[in-house]
């Protein structure tokens, strides 16, 4: 399973990667990763016209895009649009930040899953 993770360098700077998550075959019941330890879980809904300037996130947290895809643009101008259903790890907690708009002029809703 893949996720795109969005980090800060040491400058300060935001930057994407992919991380492949590893699942296991576990028969009728699927395929499952190793168990995560989370702090809280937050839901989220967010405006028709959310369109966010430059933030850090407020802690290392996964983020589920439950119906409404997002455009994210790091530090140094690289844009990536996200679409329902994908995984982000956000882990910029310092730095310059990136910017969040959603996709479509409609409402967003999203799990935020603190680590």
């Known amino acids: 399973m893949k996720i795109t993770r969005v980090f800060s360098d040491q400058n300060g700077d935001t930057h994407f990667d992919e ?20 702090k809280a879980l937050q839901f ?25 895809g997002v455009e994210i643009e790091t530090s140094l101008g690289e844009v990536r649009q996200f ?6 790890l956000l882990e910029d907690t310092t730095g310059k930040g990136h910017k969040t708009k959603n996709l479509e002029p409609k409402e967003r809703t999203s799990l935020f899953i603190h680590i």
């Open 19 to 38: 991380r492949e998550i590893a699942l296991t075959d576990n028969g009728a019941i699927g395929f499952l990763s190793e168990k995560y330890a989370v």
């Open 83 to 88: 679409q329902t259903g994908e995984i982000l």
């Open 44 to 68: 989220r809904k967010v405006s028709a016209d959310y369109d966010y300037d430059f933030h850090c996130a407020p802690q290392q947290q996964y983020i589920v895009l439950l119906d409404g």
